[in-house]
């Protein structure tokens, strides 16, 4: 028998794991929409759907028929709830900044950040604009000590501004979050011009009390850590507690970054599992040491129930961020699993909660967050329900010191697994891997799971009676391990591997690849995947990243000399944006005195492939002569001494700079209709790509005061 013939008599015999592809096909449909290079529409999109059924239908009886249309009907229905999604999304955003302005409106969130506080606005009204009635909310910076609560009416002074696009291709887009999130215009209030009504109007009776009821709990709990306890281990409690990491030191955050600890600062999976597990622990052990209730009832039943509830109510203390809603939802559906005496963990569980949480929003599968967790978790569940499995059966009949063994064991084997599944992911959205996290896990989780969290319960369960105190001071040492573990193994500079230039299709291609493999461990199924690993492997041999980046705000910008390893920046460069084009790069921040260069004169010229700058040396074979400037006095002569010329400011005059001799010509008039670009001088067919060009097609992407519609 041929290969085919084995690898379709596989899937016939294993229908079992078709549903596990539908979900595969589902979320890479999700991710897919956005990757398009045109908007499909949900009428399209619907159509194609229909006739995919209808074939799988017709095709029922012929297995790898009927396989493939419904792994190819799965692709198409997420590409059309992506395509509903952001069909439904807000209208009319703002396209141009707003100086000074008025907004009123409700207050319907709020995020500490440190020293702001930022407030998600139901706006009425926006002196400036035309419309009453907005369907999309502002989010606005106040001071840190304003005096705010969810269903305040406020009417504040404030600069508006148009979602900010991607400063170049390749940069992450924050507007796509914000748009899904329906907020159509970001800014910051002028001072304390502000004012506030506590009564309620109209609007205000459609946000819920409960809401405003979680948001002063919040504010009550971290008042409570600020005096039970003392920095720098409050701000990680508060992190741990209601998702506030405003109080966190930068050194710290970097620290954990470093180490792999990072993921201890975002409430997610890990944070949920931990408290709802003890919650379900304490229920059940409680329970069980009274056997009149043991007996005759389903306590185990009880105590999911009660985990259930214990995660809504950490999931409302949080700030109910995305993460953490999936991550609540991944629980549920265990919960519920266990509630119909059904397997609590198993890769199908897994797919039902990963769908759940698409449906809901199908943007987040491009998110690190969503990718990391379900990654992990799928990777884990496959593991355990595997090999792993086999390997732990009969645990309980072990002597203690064997189970701890087996414990210590089982923790070094799941933090390998997750190293090595979310490597690639960590690595394409951060830039760097840390090796060695799964030492740092290995201290870090059994401190959190058997030291911290379970304290948390205690001190949460024991505030409202004001007795949380003792248990915040014996959580400090606690949070003083972690900290000390992120520092020390955040300082082993080896211990951190910088990444640069993977490709996203490359990585796209390994995570299916090994996806397809966790759901189908079949020797003969494994096959189909050869091609993809080698088309991925392909790719990314031929991806070379540009090593120029102009932003759209006509002020930052970079140029990347991969001879000298210098990455040359404007003076007044965001420290945001250099750490985000550092790791970009792969440069290492704690060389940035070796690895970058600054210009303050303007213009500004650079030689790649040269350490020289600022100067009139002129590049010579294998070398490229950059000349940036907010404007030129003589444009003619830079167009004459330079191979790339960039006009922040004013337009270049283009058939007489290119006759002079320059070979890129990049000026406000690009800048401003096309949004940032990057350059890559290798590229001879298409050296400049735009914000635009790239990703401008879609209803969040505001460049020039327009809207791609």
């Known amino acids: 028998?041929?290969?085919?013939?084995?690898?379709?008599?596989?899937?016939?015999?294993?229908?079992?794991?078709?549903?596990?592809?539908?979900?595969?096909?589902?979320?890479?449909?999700?991710?897919?929409?956005?990757?398009?290079?045109?908007?499909?529409?949900?009428?399209?999109?619907?159509?194609?759907?229909?006739?995919?059924?209808?074939?799988?239908?017709?095709?029922?009886?012929?297995?790898?028929?009927?396989?493939?249309?419904?792994?190819?009907?799965?692709?198409?229905?997420?590409?059309?709830?992506?395509?509903?999604?952001t069909q439904a999304g807000p209208a009319n955003l703002l396209t141009r900044t707003l100086y000074s302005t008025t907004v009123t409106g409700?207050?319907?969130?709020?995020?500490?950040?440190?020293?702001?506080?930022?407030?998600?606005?139901?706006?009425?009204?926006?002196?400036?604009?035309?419309?009453?009635n907005f369907d999309w909310k502002v989010r606005i910076s106040f001071l840190g000590d304003s005096d705010l609560a969810i269903g305040d009416q406020i009417s504040a002074k404030a600069r508006l501004f148009p979602l900010r696009p991607p400063s170049v291709p390749g940069d992450p887009d924050f507007a796509r979050n914000l748009y899904f999130s329906d907020i159509g215009a970001t800014g910051f209030a002028f001072g304390r011009q502000f004012e506030v009504s506590r009564s309620q109007g109209d609007k205000s009776n459609e946000i819920s009390?409960?809401?405003?009821?979680?948001?002063?709990?919040?504010?009550?709990?971290?008042?409570?850590?600020?005096?039970?306890?003392?920095?720098p281990e409050a701000g990680i409690a508060k992190a741990?507690?209601?998702?506030?990491?405003?109080?966190?030191?930068?050194?710290?955050?970097?620290?954990?970054?470093?180490?792999?600890?990072a993921h201890l600062l975002a409430i997610s999976g890990l944070h949920m599992g931990l408290l709802c597990g003890t919650v379900f622990f304490l229920i059940r052990l409680g329970l069980a040491a009274a056997p009149t209730i043991a007996l005759r009832y389903p306590i185990k039943k009880w105590a999911a129930v009660g985990a259930m509830v214990a995660g809504l109510v950490y999931l409302g203390l949080s700030g109910a961020t995305v993460p953490t809603q999936r991550a609540y939802v991944m629980l549920l559906v265990v919960w519920v699993a266990l509630l119909l005496d059904r397997r609590a963990i198993s890769l199908r569980l897994v797919g039902v909660a990963a769908v759940i949480v698409l449906l809901l929003r199908p943007d987040v599968v491009l998110g690190a967050s969503f990718q990391l967790s379900f990654a992990a978790v799928g990777a884990l569940v496959a593991f355990y329900d595997?090999?792993?499995?086999?390997?732990?059966?009969?645990?309980?009949?072990?002597?203690?010191?064997?189970?701890?063994?087996?414990?210590?064991?089982?923790?070094?084997?799941?933090?390998?697994?997750?190293?090595?599944?979310?490597?690639?992911?960590?690595?394409?959205?951060?830039?760097?891997?840390?090796?060695?996290?799964?030492?740092a896990n290995l201290i870090a989780i059994p401190v959190m799971a058997f030291w911290i969290m379970p304290l948390i319960v205690a001190a949460l369960a024991l505030m409202p009676f004001g007795l949380e105190y003792p248990v915040l001071w014996l959580m400090q040492p606690g949070l003083t391990v972690l900290l000390d573990t992120a520092s020390g193994l955040g300082s082993v500079?080896?211990?951190?591997?910088?990444?640069?230039?993977?490709?996203?299709?490359?990585?796209?291609?390994?995570?299916?690849?090994?996806?397809?493999?966790?759901?189908?461990?079949?020797?003969?199924?494994?096959?189909?995947?050869?091609?993809?690993?080698?088309?991925?492997?392909?790719?990314?041999?031929?991806?070379?990243?540009?090593?120029?980046?102009?932003?759209?705000?006509?002020?930052?910008w970079a140029v990347f000399d991969r001879d000298q390893q210098v990455l040359h920046i404007?003076?007044?460069?965001?420290?945001?944006?250099?750490?985000?084009?550092?790791?970009?790069?792969?440069?290492?921040?704690?060389?940035?005195?070796?690895?970058?260069?600054?210009?303050?004169?303007?213009?500004?010229?650079?030689?790649?492939?040269?350490?020289?700058?600022?100067?009139?040396?002129?590049?010579?074979?294998?070398?490229?002569?950059?000349?940036?400037?907010?404007?030129?006095?003589?444009?003619?002569?830079?167009?004459?001494?330079?191979?790339?010329?960039?006009?922040?400011?004013s337009d270049?005059?283009?058939?007489?700079?290119?006759?002079?001799?320059?070979?890129?010509?990049?000026?406000?008039?690009?800048?401003?209709?096309?949004?940032?670009?990057?350059?890559?001088?290798?590229?001879?067919?298409?050296?400049?790509?735009?914000?635009?060009?790239?990703?401008?097609?879609?209803?969040?992407?505001?460049?020039?005061?327009?809207i791609a519609r």
């Open 1 to 85: 028998m041929g290969i085919t013939s084995q690898i379709a008599s596989a899937v016939a015999h294993q229908r079992n794991k078709w549903f596990l592809s539908s979900v595969l096909f589902f979320g890479l449909g999700c991710a897919l929409y956005f990757c398009l290079p045109a908007r499909i529409w949900p009428h399209q999109a619907a159509l194609a759907l229909i006739l995919l059924l209808c074939g799988f239908w017709r095709s029922r009886r012929r297995a790898m028929v009927a396989f493939v249309l419904q792994s190819l009907a799965c692709l198409v229905a997420g590409l059309l709830i992506a395509a509903l999604h």
């Open 106 to 132: 409700v207050v319907s969130g709020l995020e500490p950040r440190g020293s702001r506080l930022r407030a998600t606005i139901d706006p009425t009204h926006i002196d400036g604009l035309d419309q009453d």
């Open 209 to 231: 009390s409960l809401l405003s009821y979680f948001e002063v709990l919040r504010q009550n709990v971290s008042r409570r850590i600020d005096d039970g306890m003392r920095p």
């Open 240 to 261: 741990l507690i209601i998702g506030e990491r405003g109080d966190v030191r930068p050194d710290i955050a970097e620290d954990l970054r470093k180490s792999g600890l």
């Open 386 to 439: 595997g090999p792993g499995r086999r390997w732990l059966d009969g645990q309980g009949a072990r002597p203690w010191f064997e189970r701890a063994m087996v414990y210590l064991v089982g923790l070094v084997i799941t933090g390998i697994i997750v190293t090595a599944v979310t490597a690639p992911i960590i690595g394409y959205h951060f830039g760097r891997i840390s090796a060695l996290g799964v030492v």
């Open 493 to 556: 500079e080896w211990g951190l591997w910088y990444v640069a230039g993977l490709d996203a299709v490359a990585v796209s291609c390994a995570m299916l690849a090994l996806t397809w493999c966790v759901i189908w461990r079949g020797r003969w199924l494994v096959l189909p995947v050869i091609p993809i690993l080698i088309a991925g492997i392909i790719i990314q041999s031929r991806h070379h990243s540009p090593d120029i980046l102009i932003s759209g705000d006509r002020e930052s």
């Open 570 to 649: 404007p003076q007044k460069l965001s420290s945001f944006q250099k750490s985000l084009w550092m790791a970009r790069f792969g440069l290492r921040p704690e060389n940035e005195d070796r690895h970058l260069q600054t210009c303050a004169n303007d213009p500004c010229r650079v030689v790649m492939g040269s350490d020289v700058m600022g100067g009139d040396v002129m590049g010579g074979d294998g070398q490229k002569t950059i000349v940036i400037a907010n404007t030129f006095a003589n444009p003619f002569y830079a167009c004459r001494n330079a191979d790339i010329v960039v006009d922040l400011k």
């Open 652 to 706: 270049l005059p283009q058939t007489q700079c290119r006759a002079a001799g320059a070979d890129i010509l990049v000026d406000d008039d690009v800048l401003w209709w096309q949004g940032g670009v990057t350059i890559d001088p290798d590229n001879h067919e298409n050296p400049v790509r735009s914000v635009r060009t790239e990703t401008g097609g879609w209803p969040w992407i505001v460049i020039g005061g327009r």
